[in-house]
């Protein structure tokens, strides 16, 4: 077995590690701005595997790839049946056989640590029920380019602390940020999460903090983030959410806590009139088509 770098969470990196990414990122967004990337994939092909729909993810990557010198197969989640048609292990295998990469969207986090253990090939999550470590990149590089360091940045993320969250919470404690989650009880961050986030914040000189109290968590802050209040998969539970969640919309009376100029992070898709308001996600402060762009 040759060995290979899986891109599970951005808690598996160290803080150089993740720096690093972030300076590659930003001499390729350059790179590509000013005319076209050298073909570092070239004839290098991506298996992308779907078991939830996809915008960003699936075009970013696609392009990503052509942009690169390579080429991205999208696999759609009807296709193969992650673990219903044939088991993870097995999908691994057969996959590793003809594409180069694997990139995967799935519900339990487990399944992409079985396609990571089981595949031949680096295998990149692409949003699991845990973390969605590429998101957390593009939203890392959407505040460096938006404020100009990310060590010392207040990032108040609002809502559910769900997926996003934590890899926000990871990449930020990494980076040596002050990371505030505004989320309702019942709704924060998983225990283990807030640990480790909290310890690779102290180790970095950031910091992480948790409230359930929305203005409290806005309160000074450079970047307000939220999310859905139901991720895919949560379906089941959306009623029970929407009575939850209202006091955590980020809305204009809220915003006015933040900084002045705060920017306004939304992964996307975004439910506009619940998370977020139409007035907040296209005012001068949003970042969301940059952040999505990233
Ligand atoms: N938390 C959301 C993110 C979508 C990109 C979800 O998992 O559905």
């Known amino acids: ?81 992650l673990g219903k048609r044939e088991s993870v292990p097995d999908v691994a295998r057969v996959l590793s056989r003809y594409v180069d990469g694997i990139m995967a969207r799935v519900f339990a986090h487990a399944d992409v640590v079985a396609l990571a253990q089981y595949a031949r090939v680096p295998v990149i999550n692409g949003l699991s029920d845990y973390t969605h470590p590429c998101q957390g990149l593009a939203d890392l590089l959407t505040i460096l380019e938006y404020r100009g360091a990310i060590k010392g940045c207040t990032i108040a993320y609002v809502g559910d602390a769900n997926n996003v969250a934590n890899s926000l919470a990871f990449g930020g404690a990494l980076l040596g940020a002050h990371v505030v989650i505004g989320a309702p009880e019942g709704y924060q961050l998983r225990e283990d999460v807030a640990k480790r986030a909290t310890a690779l914040a102290a180790a970095n000189g950031g910091s992480l903090v948790q409230v359930t109290d929305p203005r409290s968590a806005v309160e000074g802050a450079d970047v ?17 959410r929407a009575k939850v969640f209202p006091p955590f919309q980020i809305n204009v009376a809220l915003m006015a806590l933040a900084k002045k100029d705060a920017m306004v992070m939304h992964c996307l898709p975004a439910h506009r009139g619940y998370e977020i308001t139409d007035e907040v996600a296209d005012s001068p402060q949003s970042a969301l088509w940059d952040q999505a762009g990233n």
Do not use: C
């Open 1 to 81: 077995m040759h060995t290979k770098q899986d891109f599970l969470s951005l808690s598996d990196l160290t803080a150089i590690e993740l720096a690093n990414l972030l300076a590659l990122a930003v001499e390729l967004k350059q790179e590509w701005k000013s005319g076209g990337n050298q073909p570092v994939l070239k004839n290098k092909t991506l298996g992308m595997v779907f078991t939830k729909p996809s915008l960003r993810t699936r075009v970013s990557f696609e392009m990503g790839m052509r942009h690169l010198g390579g080429h991205a197969m999208y696999i759609s989640p009807d296709e193969i049946q």
């Open 224 to 240: 307000v983030y939220t999310d859905v209040w139901t991720s895919m998969g949560q379906e089941a539970e959306a009623a029970q």
